[in-house]
């Protein structure tokens, strides 16, 4: 259950987050509850308009696995919501500086399209990535009405609700400390956090094409940021956190007794209005920081890559009994180059007489290696679940291919291909 919940909230938390912090910015399209009305069926559009893209692309990825290439629509979208991203900022802080009784302008309608366009976006690039764990759920031969699916399936929904709950704390925050100021620099640097882990993952995947070469200094520092994605969500809840802070100390400037009693009255329930929703908020993030560090930690605990098994060599090639890999598990083994380098490869059965063969590792994570759990494989530095049908198909975080033949019932891996792969695992 902590392990779906501490997910499903990492995944989530910082577009939610970007999301609750941008919208109280937002110009209403006109005045009135009939303006806020169309204002918030631009929002709702944007976000259901994500949703169900998101959820088209995972049926799409369970059901025809090689109908799309992930690294494809990522360098497509990616570059789309850092473009809207900045264009939404700019637009905010413009609106910022004039007067609330300012009439509506067309400025004010291209930043509530582009706000549509950019909810839409981040969430197509961060739900599909939650849906996929879904799968996660539901191993071979699992039992649906079974304490231990029941409790994983109470997690999984208590991480979106807990991401949807901070996500609407922190729109009430920003809407809070607008009342207050016209400064936009916490939904700026939010936002930017998220912008930020867009432009790394263009990073990741054009290294990954070969389109760029990172030095290794670089490829360290990116590495180090992939191990530790949880900075991301912390960094966006700390300037929120600030912010509930900031509102606090503002309740002392708020006089709670007055010549009007009403006005003295009215005074103090707004002081203790916005003491309790910056309590709320940071209980909430302290929740949400415990789940993406703590909780993660505990769910998901370091996994050991098993042993290499036993194999032999015969005519310059690894030769593998089919009888010892037709089990439909996991099998790994383990090449030392002429250069001393272990090259590590896995077998696993697909269906019927077809195999999966390739390299221990994959062009966007590295040789980080795959294990299995719960009859699936799963990439251990990202934790994604891979489509045991892919495997030995080139794409996404599917491990890389290898060449193979089966024949007299055994396997054969030449060794000249896992020598040229030495490069994967230096």
Sequence with gaps: MIEQMSEVTLTLLLTGLAIGALVPLLPSQGRGRGAQSRRTRIIAGGVGLGLVASAVLSVVNTMWPKAVNRQTVGLWTLPMVIVCAAIVLVLVARHSRRDDDAPACREDAILRWVAFAYFALVIFRSVPTAMAQVVMLFPTGFELFSTPMVMALLGYTLGWVIVGALAWVSAKLIALRRSLT??????????GVLALTHLLLIVRILQARRTIVLSKDVFNVIAWFIN?????????????????????????????????????????????????LAGGAAAGYLCG????????????????????????V????????????????????????????????????????SFGVA??????????????????????????????????FKGGCN?????????????TVPLSVLESSAEVFA
Aim: proline share 5%; with cysteine; glycine share 6%.
């Design 182 to 191: 016209r400064s936009i620099w916490p939904t700026a640097l939010i936002v």
């Design 228 to 276: 530790h994605e949880a900075v991301f969500p912390l960094a966006a809840m700390a300037v929120l956190a600030f912010v509930a802070v900031s509102i606090v100390v503002a309740t002392r400037s708020i006089p709670t007794q007055a010549a009007n009693p009403a006005q003295g009255r009215l005074n103090r329930a707004r002081v203790k209005l916005w003491k309790t």
């Design 289 to 312: 920081a415990l789940l993406v560090t703590l909780g993660v930690a505990i769910g998901s605990a370091q996994v050991e890559l098993s042993e290499p098994e036993d194999y032999s």
């Design 314 to 353: 015969s005519n310059d090639k690894a030769v593998i009994a089919l009888a010892d890999v037709s089990d439909g598990h996991l099998h790994r083994f383990a090449y030392t180059t002429k250069s001393g380098v272990e090259v590590r490869f896995i077998v696993i059965q697909k269906a019927g007489s």
């Design 359 to 392: 390299l221990d590792a994959c062009e966007i994570c590295g040789p980080t290696g795959y294990y299995e759990k719960d009859g699936k494989v799963i990439c251990k530095l990202c934790e994604v679940a891979m489509n045991i049908a892919t495997i030995g």
């Design 399 to 411: 491990p890389i291919p290898i060449d193979y033949d089966v024949s007299n019932g055994q396997l």
